[in-house]
């Protein structure tokens, strides 16, 4: 079992920063692809940014430029860096863990955490 626990949300003005922060429980952290994704009200839950165990990332297009995930697995953990937020970023923000150990699939979530941009 890996516990991911999620803290940076909260409130920000349009064209603020903020910086999530996901901390896993496991030291076999540094084998996890690792993701955040985001759920908007009324909307289906998407992937916003991923980075590999080998430190490979990719973005969802509307973040391209303006969020940057990263991981430190001394620590062991994730971060989301979101510049140039925008009202439509609004959303709970999640944190994912992930690998395959044969054919299993190891899949854990964080409990979320809330990021509203507004004025």
């Known amino acids: 079992q890996v516990q991911l626990v999620e803290t940076g949300g909260g409130l920000v003005q349009p064209g ?3 910086r999530l922060s996901c901390a896993a429980s496991r030291s076999s952290f540094r084998t996890y692809a690792m ?16 980075i590999t165990a080998g430190g490979r990332t990719n973005y969802t297009n509307s973040v391209k430029g303006r969020f940057t995930i990263s ?9 989301l860096q979101m510049n140039s937020l925008k009202p439509e970023d609004t959303a709970v ?3 994912n863990a992930r690998q395959f150990v044969g054919v299993r ?3 854990y979530w964080g409990q979320g955490t809330q990021v509203t941009v507004s004025s």
Do not use: H
């Open 93 to 95: 923000y999640y944190c």
């Open 71 to 79: 991981r430190d697995n001394a620590k062991n953990t994730v971060y």
């Open 105 to 107: 699939l190891d899949d």
């Open 16 to 18: 603020g920063s903020l």
């Open 35 to 50: 993701g955040w994704y985001r759920q908007a009200p009324g909307k289906q839950r998407e992937l916003v940014a991923g």
